[in-house]
């Protein structure tokens, strides 16, 4: 990538890029078909099936491991969705994110150890919600 002054600009690739805007696109998906204003269960199940549809690898509510100084516990977190064996999904149907969400979904990341977690929000009747994470 040229910058205007001629100089190349380095720009750092994002991890898991294609994974993220695969699940995302499969997000608005849900969104275009359903809108706002059901439970969650509502749109869990619908972006299980969207996924299928769209060949992507994931596992529903899904109980993951958690570590505490390199042993594991005997206590699971449980995610929304686990795609690619690597990206943590977290589905709310809220007004509005807050920090406690993304320090959820954080938590969720630090714990299994996963670098990537995308918290998708259909609560919003006007638009898709989400936010892409990285540890």
């Known amino acids: 990538m040229k910058h205007e002054w001629g100089k190349e600009l380095r720009v750092p690739e994002l991890i898991l890029a294609r994974e993220v805007y695969e699940i ?3 997000a608005m998906a849900v969104q275009n078909e359903l809108k ?3 439970l969650e269960a509502v749109y869990q199940e619908a972006m299980e099936i969207e996924l299928g549809l769209r060949s992507i690898p994931f596992l ?3 109980l ?3 570590f505490y100084k390199g ?3 005997k206590c699971r977190y449980k995610a929304d969705l686990l ?3 690597k990206v943590v999904v977290e589905i709310k149907v809220m007004e509005r994110l807050t920090s406690k969400e993304e ?3 954080l938590n969720y990341m630090a714990a299994t150890r996963m670098k990537v977690g995308v918290l998708i929000n259909f609560g ?8 892409r994470l990285v540890l």
């Open 124 to 131: 919003d009747p006007g638009r898709l919600d989400w936010q």
């Open 83 to 85: 795609c690619y064996e």
């Open 71 to 73: 042993r594991e516990l």
């Open 36 to 38: 706002a204003n059901f």
């Open 60 to 62: 529903p509510q899904v």
């Open 103 to 105: 320090a959820q979904i």
């Open 24 to 26: 995302v696109g499969a």
């Open 64 to 66: 993951l491991p958690v």
